[in-house]
């Protein structure tokens, strides 16, 4: 009888999980699930040889992994496979419930009925319920007078009450003669509705956004999610507004492997007449039609030989400022107001190879100037570049290096041509004692442009010698802190001098394609003094883990001739000192980070440019994000961005950028959400500046979502 009851059991098991969770799960297959242990608990066990039947009554519990039944009293017949269950049936699997007063099904067809049962699918907090219930098959139900909701408790905040319901678990439940009721209250009446019951990506629409604007009139946004296959999916949205137009995109994406994977993204659309004519100050490049293609992806051949792109296509150079929510669907977690004020659109495809000492890299850069009409826009079409390691010379002290490129630069308009960069180095370090580190390195740089075509075919080339040297040591102490997260701290202190000598040479002849700093005239010295501090943090799983909580450098340089062309951020070139630039990064908890990078000048003592970012987050999803970024005389911005939790259930969002030069709100956005466990709101602010030939604008947006209509996994 043992046997029986063992076979029995397993057999029960299998077809309750596959009336909630098992169905989709699949997490034994028959054999191996036969396998499990089965623990039985009941007042009263017997078999009837004769009928072939199997009973077991008075606090049944059946127990087989992370599953239990329970119920007052389990019969299973074992010739027709008809089993019956009743009173108190209940069967728990991984947080996944379904209640039912009783049922009778045959365990071959997995057709039968159930009677009053309830269904709780932890995932998505998704309830149902119906009075009369008919399982159809392994998933399939169909019921009568039954109820629908992802909220908790009697009176849930939404339900949908309907006249019959047809559901798949991990499908979709078909609702007929149904009523959408707010705390009770009938508010809709839906002849059909479709929902989701899905663990898994599932199609259908996604919330619709509503919002005002003065310039864009009343507007709805809607999306449409279609999950394909496994491994791909799209996105498509409808956008309308009463002034501008209707406009429309699609998002595919695919993923074959880990490190394979590509998403293109497209939007059209056609403003209409009467708000182009109207709304545009300065249309500059604009047209009616408008329109934006951008594409990412990665393909790994293997670990140290992959190829990646992203590219962008843009109809005007002002798309990105009059569609930056639009391209933000695209660009994820970057800031609309980076978008609208990005200088250039660059899309770029390279194949990456490395070996153990070389690295191999080819790339192509197409560029887009998005402040002007600029014909002379250099691109690199393509661009080779080769690189190695420092290695040993045969068996001397001596170590090279190998910096080689090919470049075909081209424009529409303007010099052209082909240029090779071969830049070998040869250094030769000491180390004193383990603690005293000089490194002199010599370098010969050998640049030739070939076939230069803008009136004529010349061509160009020049040899520029250099010589560098580094001292440097290193201090280590480490102090035992014994304290509750930190319980060491190792402090590293590395001063160091620097010489470098660029002889003079001259490149009037040559062609300004691109400003290289590194091979124009340079004779200086200067000094640097890194401070790093690392801590042994205890995590969150009480295992110590070393991490950087804290850098300071600080440095300064002086020109023993008078520096010549090139690029001198650190300070005025015709000045003998540099300016005094210094870095500093902490990170003394993991939720907080600051950064920044400062260059004071020692002339007239006040600062000639600095950045500063400060970044804030934790696991309940709130951050705060502030950078600052300030050059004298060019610019002077700020970036405030967050989301922060006010209540247990409301969050307030914003995303700001201030230029203090020109005394400019560039683009504001902020608003409030409401987010419960099952159904949210948000309601934003959007301000947008006098740019662009656009007039200032601010619009209101409001976005309704209800967990589990239309919401993607």
Request: aromatic share 16%; net charge neutral; hydrophobic share 35%.
């Amino acid at each position: 009888m043992n046997r029986h009851i063992s076979f029995i059991l397993t057999v029960v098991t299998i077809l309750f999980c596959s009336g909630t969770a098992a169905g989709r799960k699949q997490p034994f297959n028959e054999q191996s699930f036969e396998e499990l242990p089965v623990e039985i608990d009941a007042a009263h066990m017997s078999y009837d040889q004769k009928a072939d039947n199997l009973f077991a009554r008075g606090d049944v519990e059946i127990t087989q992994g992370n599953r239990t039944l329970k119920a007052d009293r389990i019969k299973i017949n074992l010739t027709t496979q008809d089993a019956e269950a009743h009173g108190n049936v209940a069967l728990y699997e991984g947080g996944d419930i379904l209640y039912c007063e009783s049922f009778k099904i045959n365990l071959d067809t997995q057709i039968g009925e159930v009677y009053s049962a309830k269904i709780f699918i932890k995932e998505q907090n998704f309830h149902v319920e119906g009075k009369e219930v008919k399982k159809l098959g392994l998933n399939t139900y169909t019921m009568k007078k039954g109820k629908v909701t992802t909220c908790d408790g009697n009176n849930p905040a939404w339900r949908i009450e309907a006249g019959n319901i047809d559901l798949t678990i991990d499908g979709y439940a078909r609702l007929h003669n149904s009523t959408f009721k707010i705390k009770g209250l009938p508010v809709v009446y839906l002849p059909y509705a479709l929902f989701p019951v899905k663990v898994n990506r599932q199609t259908g629409f996604l919330y619709p956004e509503i919002g005002h604007s003065r310039r864009l009139g009343y507007g709805m946004g809607n999306s449409f999610y279609w999950a394909l296959s496994e491994n791909t999916d799209a996105t498509f949205w409808l956008d309308a507004t009463t002034k501008k137009g209707f406009g429309g995109g699609v998002e595919y994406r695919f993923k074959l492997k880990e490190n394979t994977w590509g998403k293109f993204y497209s939007y059209f659309t056609h403003e209409k007449s009467r708000f182009f004519e109207h709304e545009y100050r300065r249309p500059r490049d604009r047209d009616q039609f408008r329109g934006y293609l951008n594409f990412e992806g990665e393909h790994y051949f293997s670990d140290d030989f992959y190829i990646k792109a992203q590219g962008s296509h843009i109809t005007d150079r002002e798309f990105y400022r009059d569609y930056k929510r639009v391209v933000k669907r695209s660009k994820g977690e970057v800031s609309k107001s980076h978008i609208k004020t990005r200088e250039k659109d660059e899309s770029v495809f390279f194949i990456n190879k490395n070996w153990q000492n070389y690295n191999l890299v080819i790339n192509n850069n197409l560029y887009k100037n998005l402040q002007q009409s600029d014909p002379a826009t250099l691109q690199r079409l393509p661009q080779i570049m080769f690189s190695s390691m420092q290695q040993p010379v045969l068996q001397s002290p001596l170590y090279y290096q190998l910096d080689a490129s090919y470049d075909f630069l081209w424009r529409e308009e303007g010099q052209k041509g082909h240029r090779i960069d071969i830049f070998p180095k040869i250094s030769w370090p000491f180390n004193y004692g383990g603690w005293l580190k000089f490194t002199p390195e010599v370098g010969i740089r050998g640049i030739s442009y070939l076939d230069l075509h803008n009136t004529r075919s010349i061509d160009e080339e020049g040899v520029f010698p250099s010589v560098k040297a580094e001292l440097s040591t290193t201090f280590i102490r480490i102090f035992q802190i014994n304290g509750k997260w930190l319980s060491k701290l190792k402090h590293t202190v590395e001063p160091g001098l620097l010489y470098e000598y660029l002889p003079s040479n001259d490149q009037t002849d040559f062609p300004r394609f691109d400003i290289q700093e590194r091979f124009f005239r340079r004779h200086s010295v200067g000094y640097y003094v890194k401070n790093r501090f690392t801590g042994l943090i205890v995590d969150a799983a009480d295992q110590p883990v070393e991490r950087e909580i804290g850098y300071v450098m600080l440095g300064q340089s002086f020109n023993i001739t008078t520096p010549k062309g090139g690029l001198y951020i650190k300070g005025d070139p015709s000045e003998d000192f540099s300016d005094v630039f210094a870095e500093i990064r902490l990170g003394l908890v993991s939720s907080l980070y600051f950064k920044a990078k400062f260059f004071y000048s020692p002339y007239d003592n006040n600062l000639r440019a600095y950045n500063a970012l400060l970044n804030w987050n934790n696991h309940k999803g709130e951050y705060l994000e502030l950078e600052y970024r300030y050059a004298r005389g060019l610019y002077e911005i700020l970036d405030l961005e967050g989301k922060v939790r006010l209540a247990r259930e409301f969050y307030i969002f914003f995303d700001t950028r201030y230029d203090y030069l020109e005394y400019d709100d560039l683009d504001t956005e902020f608003g409030i959400e409401y987010s419960p466990n099952c159904w949210g709101a948000r309601l934003s602010v959007e301000a947008s500046g006098d740019s662009g030939g656009v007039t200032s604008d601010v619009s209101l947006n409001f976005l309704l979502f209800i967990k589990g209509l239309g919401e993607t996994i």
